[in-house]
Every structure is written in structure tokens, then in C-alpha cells.
């Protein structure tokens, strides 16, 4: 999980008793796709509680939806955390309780992003394999990420990827055929990439990671024909890897890139140096630096 892009939304609560509450808190939004996405929630959360919100609420910032960062999923647990501490009465008291994102309405695919929402961090997802293995134990597990390292992520400003049905039949497609790379996807977590960023190896962490989304990209081949979204994702990944990143990749199937730095000095310098690349190829990017992503990261604010 990564700090950036974040969601942020706020509620101010009036002192002042005589002014009732909201039936439509979000009515002034104008970001036409945040505003269903949170009347969704809402509307789960008012069917549970049998309340309304007690202020309007703000939409402070969103990230562009659909690039495969899981805003979906940060977004409704937001809108869901917030609601529910807003009837708390401390409710910036730093508690987060997880039985409130029952609201957020998200679960099918997205058990990483409703973890990393609770507790930031790196994200292991053991999916059916305790079943496949005959395993006990916890599906998720939550691991630390080296808080000097950073993320660049590098996409296009007016461009998403699939979503919705579209992407559901392409997954549905990719799923037909047992994942070929499985076993040595599970070699590389449990014998580099864990390993490796515990004692905070960053060569060693960044070969597995690079190596790791490989294999997973070449799932959905049968239906893009890449281990890799498209020529553009391709290109980049290419390029920051010439420029000696090995920890390269595309979120979840694209269209974002991103590579992992040493630390907030080496991400500059290579935004500095994508930036000329952008500027002479006339491609309308954005590049931004993240870091790790901590519990308190997820938090709404209430005021």
C-alpha cells in the first residue's frame, strides 16, 4: 500500500443542535462518479443504521478512478469509516473499527485494498491456496515495507483501464486456464520477496517484486497478448529498467507503472529523467512519489 494517490474526505459537525441533519451530504460534489460512489454507501450504511448524516461532507481530494491503485475500494471505505465514526462520540480518537467497512459494499476482489485500508503496509493475500495446500491459518497477512523506500508511479493523464463488465469478462476469459506460473509466483514471495524486504534488501526484494509481476502478467496474455496492458505500458517498463530499476512493474493489470527507489532522493532524480523522456515524446503523463502507506493513512477527518 502506497500514500499516494490518497482519498481524503471530511465532515465538520456543528455545535449547533437546531441544525439537524443531511439527507444528501455529498449534494454539492461535482465530480459526477465520487458522488454515486459514495451515495452507494451511504445508502447501505443509512439502510443499516437507520440514520442520516449529521453535516455535509467534503470531497478533499479522489484520484483519477480506474488505473489499477484500488481507489474503488480506498474510496468506499473511506466514505464507510467516516459515517460510522461520525456517530462516535470521539471520533477522532484514532479507533478504526473493521466491522464499519461492512458498508463500503466491497469484497469480491478486493481483500487486499480492505486490509491495506486497516493497516497500510505489504499485503500478502494467500487467496484458496490454504485449501489448495490443506493449510490452516489467517487468509491475509500484513507485512512492514522499508520506510525509506519509494514508489514511482508513472501514467497517463486522460487515460483508464478496463472496469465494470469489460473487465470482469476479461478476467473471466484469463481464468479459464490454470495459472501456469503458479508455483514459481509462490517461490518467489515466500523465498525472495518476503525475505528480502525484512531485512530490507532492496536489490534482492527488487528482482522478485519485477520477476513477480512478470509471471502474473502473463495471465491475462490470451486477451492483450503482453504480459504487459498495452505497447505504452510496455515502453515505459522497458525504459525505467534500462535505466537500471528492477523493480518494475504495472498496478494490478495497468495502465499505471511503477518502479521502486532506494529512497526519496533516488525517486526525484528519476522523475527528473522521466520528465525529459515525457517531454520529447509529447506523451501527456503524470509522475508522482510515493511511500508506504500506514494504518492512520486511511483515516477521514471529522472536525
Same mark, same amino acid.
Given at each position: 500500500?502506497?500514500?499516494?494517490?490518497?482519498?481524503?474526505?471530511?465532515?465538520?459537525?456543528?455545535?449547533?443542535?437546531?441544525?439537524?441533519?443531511?439527507?444528501?451530504?455529498?449534494?454539492?460534489?461535482?465530480?459526477? $462518479? #465520487?458522488?454515486?460512489?459514495?451515495?452507494?454507501?451511504?445508502?447501505?450504511?443509512?439502510?443499516?443504521?437507520?440514520?442520516?448524516?449529521?453535516?455535509?461532507?467534503?470531497?478533499?481530494?479522489?484520484?483519477?478512478?480506474?488505473?489499477?491503485?484500488?481507489?474503488?475500494? +480506498?474510496?468506499?471505505?473511506?466514505?464507510?469509516?467516516?459515517?460510522?465514526?461520525?456517530?462516535?462520540?470521539?471520533?477522532?480518537?484514532?479507533?478504526?473499527?473493521?466491522? #464499519?467497512?461492512?458498508? !463500503?459494499?466491497?469484497?469480491?476482489?478486493?481483500?487486499?485494498?480492505?486490509? %491495506?485500508?486497516?493497516?497500510?503496509?505489504?499485503?500478502?493475500?494467500?487467496? &484458496?491456496?490454504?485449501?489448495?495446500?490443506?493449510?490452516?491459518?489467517?487468509?491475509?497477512? /500484513? $507485512?512492514?515495507?522499508?520506510?525509506?523506500?519509494? =514508489?514511482?508511479?508513472?501514467?497517463?493523464?486522460?487515460?483508464?483501464? &478496463?472496469?465494470?463488465? !469489460? *473487465?470482469?469478462?476479461?478476467? &473471466?476469459?484469463?481464468? *479459464?486456464?490454470?495459472?501456469?506460473?503458479?508455483?514459481?509466483?509462490?517461490?518467489?514471495?515466500?523465498?525472495?520477496?518476503?525475505?528480502?524486504? !525484512?531485512?530490507?534488501?532492496?536489490?534482492?526484494?527488487?528482482?522478485?517484486?519485477?520477476?513477480?509481476?512478470?509471471?502474473?502478467?502473463?495471465?491475462?496474455?490470451?486477451?492483450? %497478448?503482453?504480459?504487459?496492458?498495452?505497447?505504452?505500458?510496455?515502453? #515505459?517498463?522497458?525504459?525505467?529498467?534500462?535505466?537500471?530499476?528492477?523493480?518494475?512493474?504495472?498496478?494490478?493489470?495497468?495502465? /499505471?507503472?511503477?518502479?521502486?527507489?532506494?529512497?526519496? +532522493?533516488?525517486?526525484?532524480?528519476?522523475?527528473?529523467?522521466?520528465?525529459?523522456? @515525457?517531454? !520529447?515524446?509529447?506523451?501527456?503523463? =503524470?509522475?508522482?512519489?510515493? %511511500?508506504?502507506?500506514? @494504518? *492512520?493513512?486511511?483515516?477521514?477527518?471529522?472536525?
Amino acid at each position: 500500500m502506497v500514500d499516494k494517490p490518497s482519498v481524503r474526505l471530511g465532515l465538520t459537525r456543528s455545535l449547533d443542535p437546531t441544525l439537524g441533519s443531511i439527507q444528501n451530504p455529498c449534494l454539492d460534489w461535482t465530480d459526477a $462518479h #465520487w458522488k454515486e460512489r459514495f451515495l452507494r454507501v451511504y445508502g447501505k450504511w443509512q439502510s443499516r443504521t437507520g440514520r442520516v448524516c449529521p453535516s455535509p461532507v467534503e470531497l478533499e481530494f479522489a484520484p483519477l478512478p480506474h488505473v489499477g491503485l484500488g481507489s474503488g475500494t +480506498q474510496f468506499a471505505c473511506a466514505a464507510a469509516a467516516l459515517l460510522n465514526r461520525s456517530m462516535d462520540s470521539n471520533p477522532n480518537n484514532g479507533h478504526l473499527d473493521e466491522t #464499519w467497512l461492512i458498508d !463500503s459494499g466491497r469484497g469480491l476482489r478486493s481483500h487486499i485494498g480492505l486490509h %491495506g485500508f486497516l493497516h497500510g503496509g505489504l499485503i500478502l493475500d494467500r487467496g &484458496d491456496l490454504r485449501a489448495v495446500r490443506g493449510t490452516q491459518g489467517d487468509r491475509t497477512a /500484513v $507485512h512492514s515495507f522499508p520506510r525509506q523506500w519509494r =514508489v514511482v508511479l508513472l501514467h497517463e493523464s486522460n487515460y483508464q483501464g &478496463d472496469f465494470g463488465e !469489460s *473487465e470482469q469478462a476479461i478476467f &473471466d476469459r484469463c481464468s *479459464e486456464r490454470p495459472n501456469p506460473n503458479l508455483r514459481r509466483m509462490l517461490e518467489l514471495i515466500e523465498e525472495q520477496i518476503l525475505p528480502s524486504v !525484512s531485512r530490507v534488501d532492496y536489490q534482492g526484494a527488487c528482482e522478485g517484486f519485477g520477476r513477480y509481476g512478470e509471471l502474473a502478467g502473463e495471465i491475462f496474455r490470451p486477451a492483450v %497478448g503482453d504480459a504487459y496492458r498495452s505497447s505504452r505500458i510496455r515502453f #515505459w517498463v522497458d525504459r525505467l529498467r534500462g535505466l537500471g530499476f528492477q523493480g518494475v512493474g504495472q498496478s494490478s493489470w495497468g495502465p /499505471v507503472v511503477f518502479a521502486i527507489a532506494r529512497d526519496e +532522493q533516488q525517486a526525484a532524480w528519476l522523475v527528473k529523467t522521466i520528465g525529459r523522456d @515525457m517531454h !520529447s515524446s509529447g506523451w501527456t503523463y =503524470v509522475a508522482q512519489v510515493a %511511500g508506504p502507506a500506514l @494504518m *492512520e493513512s486511511g483515516l477521514s477527518r471529522i472536525g
